[in-house]
């Protein structure tokens, strides 16, 4: 049985992350001791290192959630996994599309910049103007 500052160190997941999981039901309720300390098993390492891995993917908890409850029924089909993965996949196309529009943007303001004064510097003339920029651009990780 794993304490719960094994448990983080293993997967390398904060305590307090742990605690969250545990608060909205990613995590299952762990067994105490008598002196009321959590306890961890294999089966429980398993899944917060699901959970992590699934959170490095970027998918939302409400995703690892349906991921998870599909893993806990292996007899269902693999179709709705199939389906959380690729909406996952259009959300980082997406992402990395909006991103490239912020590189292409930022990339010409600095090569516009004279280098002088910051009365003409171009890169404050942008941020101060969006009007002047060249490309389209949602605001990304506000």
């Known amino acids: ?32 001791t008598s002196g009321g300390q959590r306890r961890y098993g294999e ?17 939302s908890l409400e995703a690892i959630r349906e991921l998870l409850d599909l893993s806990d029924h292996p007899e269902k089909s693999c179709e709705e996994a199939d389906r959380i993965a690729r909406r996952q996949l259009r959300q980082v196309e997406q992402r990395m599309e909006r991103l490239e529009a912020l590189r ?25 103007d969006h009007s002047e920029c060249l490309t389209a651009h949602d605001e990304i990780g506000a």
């Not at 292409?104 to 941020?127: F, K």
Request: glycine content about 8%; proline content about 3%; aromatic content about 6%.
């Open 1 to 32: 049985m794993l304490t719960i500052g094994t448990l983080a160190r293993r997967t390398g997941t904060k305590v307090q992350t742990i605690r969250y999981y545990e608060q909205i039901r990613l995590m299952p309720e762990p067994g105490r």
């Open 43 to 59: 089966a429980e390492l398993d899944r917060l290192a699901f959970i992590r891995h699934s959170r490095q993917l970027g998918f």
């Open 104 to 128: 292409t943007e930022l990339a010409r303001m600095v090569q516009e910049c004279s280098g002088g004064s910051t009365s003409d510097c171009r890169v404050l003339d942008v941020l101060r």
